[in-house]
Structure formats: C-alpha cells, structure tokens
C-alpha cells in the first residue's frame, strides 16, 4: 500500500494525541502505521537523506500540528490543546497543510498582540513614572519644557525663537514658538495631578487665541483629556488646536530624546 499524502497524516494524528497516550514520536509512528495499514516494505521506504519517509511525515505533520497551537510543544506525553478541541468537534474528514498554516498565522498574531501589549503597559508604566517628575516641577519650569518639546518638533532654536509669557497677564497665553518673523504658534502648558481637562478649558484657551488673532495652538498637560475636549477641538472651523497629554507629551520627551535634559529643569 502507497504511503499517505501527507495531508492524510495531520487528522488522525491529532486524533491520536488527544485520544491516546503518546508519549514519543514513534509511538505515533507505530500507531498511525497499523491505522493506515501499511507493510514492513513501506515503512522502509525512505528519504534522499536516508530518514525513513512515513517517520519524517509523521514528524513534519507534528510540527505543523505545534506551530498552528493544536498541540503543546514540550508536554510528555502529548497534549492537545483547547484550539484543537474546538477543531476536533467539527468532525472535519481532513485537515490540510493550508488551514494548519492559517491557524499558525492566527496563532503568531495573536501572540505579536499579546507582545505589543505587554509593550505597551511597560511603556505606559515608565511614561507614568516619569510623569510624576514632571508634575513635581513649578508651573514655570513645566512651561520651559512645553516649549522646549514643541521646538524640537519644528526643529527651532529653543534660545531664540520660544518665549516664555510673564507668570503673570499672561492673557491664557504660556508661551509662542516663533517660526518666522510672521508666522506664530501658542501653547498653554497645565500641570494637573488627576482628572481630565473638558471642554471649558480648551474654550478658554480658544478665546485667548481670539483676542490675539492666534489661529494655531497646542494645549499641554500632565493629565488627559475628556473625549468631548476632542470632539470640541475637531469641530474648530477656524483654529487649529493640537491636544497633548502627559503620555503623549512623555512619548515626546523620549522620542526627542530630552528625558535627561529636562529633568534637570527645576
């Protein structure tokens, strides 16, 4: 009798392992020969590198059986897994190399967004760490960063082309990033230890922008904003207002690669 195609191996194998206890490859070997009804001269059959061929399938469908998360990798003996279950439930009459390669795909994206989240968490865990630096400095020392972070995003002279406004009748306005003798941009930088900032905020800030014919801006703080600050921001006609928060504004510091610099600003 001619050896199975191989994919004639992968759902009696994966039938195997979760109905028997199987502890080595040739024990499903051995099985799977008599299943299939082959003979002493067809399991002799073997590969140009000399492997025997019915043991090599048996072992390639295993490992695909691995990678596309039906079957444990180290557990001695065998073990299918909860995926497989599901999969054996479906009485399919055969599993192809196609479906297992799409499962694996499945299988690595799932286990790239579980990555990317963790990532994310540890990201997110070191940004709040650094923001409590940030939120321990003074208003003033807090505007000086604002500043410093926005000039780098329009690669502009700190020194020479930011001002910081007086603490003072300041009319809403912290500070202006000078990109040409004509053309400006404000910034209003809050220090906040909880909460978010709303709508009422921002539309202060869009009315200091008014009464100096302002039109673009950035709103800088340590805290978040509401999803209606947002909202409120999009439907601006006339100003164009960036929001920024105390993790996006740390993603900055980072990318800027400033973490260093500002923390000494006191």
Same mark, same amino acid.
């Given at each position: 009798?001619? &050896?199975?195609?191989y994919?004639?191996?992968? &759902?009696p194998?994966?039938?195997?392992i $979760? ?11 051995e ?7 082959l003979t002493?001269?067809d399991?002799n ?6 492997r ?6 048996v ?6 059986? @691995?990678?596309? /998360? ?21 009485n #399919? ?5 196609? =479906?297992?390669?799409d ?7 799932m ?13 997110l ?13 003074s208003? #003033? ?5 604002? /500043? ?7 690669n502009?002279? =700190?020194?020479k082309?930011?001002? *910081? ?6 009319? /809403?306005?912290?500070?202006? &990033?000078?990109?040409s ?7 209003? #930088? ?5 909460g ?10 869009v /009315?200091? &922008?008014?009464?100096i014919?302002?039109?673009r801006?950035?709103?800088v ?10 909202? =409120? @921001?999009?439907?601006?006609k006339e100003?164009? *207002?960036?929001?920024?928060?105390? $993790? ?5 510091i980072?990318?800027y690669?400033l ?8």
């Amino acid at each position: 009798m001619p &050896l199975p195609r191989y994919d004639e191996i992968h &759902l009696p194998l994966l039938k195997l392992i $979760h109905n028997k206890r199987i502890n080595t490859l040739k024990d499903a070997v051995e099985i799977l020969a008599q299943e299939f009804g082959l003979t002493h001269e067809d399991l002799n059959q073997r590969v140009r590198t000399g492997r025997l061929k019915f043991y090599s399938q048996v072992s390639f469908s295993k490992m695909l059986l @691995v990678r596309a /998360g039906l079957v444990f990798k180290e557990f001695i003996p065998l073990r299918t897994t909860d995926k497989a279950r599901q999969v054996l439930k479906h009485n #399919s009459k055969k599993i192809t190399k196609r =479906y297992l390669d799409d499962l694996a795909t499945v299988k690595e994206n799932m286990k790239i967004e579980k990555e990317q989240e963790i990532a994310k968490k540890a990201r997110l865990d070191s940004y709040d760490e650094y923001l409590q630096k940030l939120k321990s400095l003074s208003p #003033s020392s807090f505007e000086q960063i604002t /500043g410093l972070v926005l000039s780098k995003g329009y690669n502009l002279d =700190y020194m020479k082309r930011v001002e *910081i406004t007086p603490p003072t009748n300041d009319f /809403g306005i912290d500070g202006i &990033l000078h990109l040409s003798d004509k053309e400006k941009v404000y910034f209003q #930088s809050k220090r906040f230890n909880k909460g978010s900032i709303g709508v009422p905020s921002i539309q202060q800030f869009v /009315g200091a &922008l008014e009464g100096i014919y302002g039109t673009r801006g950035y709103f800088v703080t340590t805290s978040k904003f509401a999803k209606k600050a947002y909202k =409120y @921001v999009d439907s601006l006609k006339e100003k164009e *207002i960036t929001l920024i928060d105390g $993790h996006t504004l740390v993603e900055l510091i980072y990318k800027y690669k400033l973490e260093n610099e500002i923390i000494q600003i006191k």
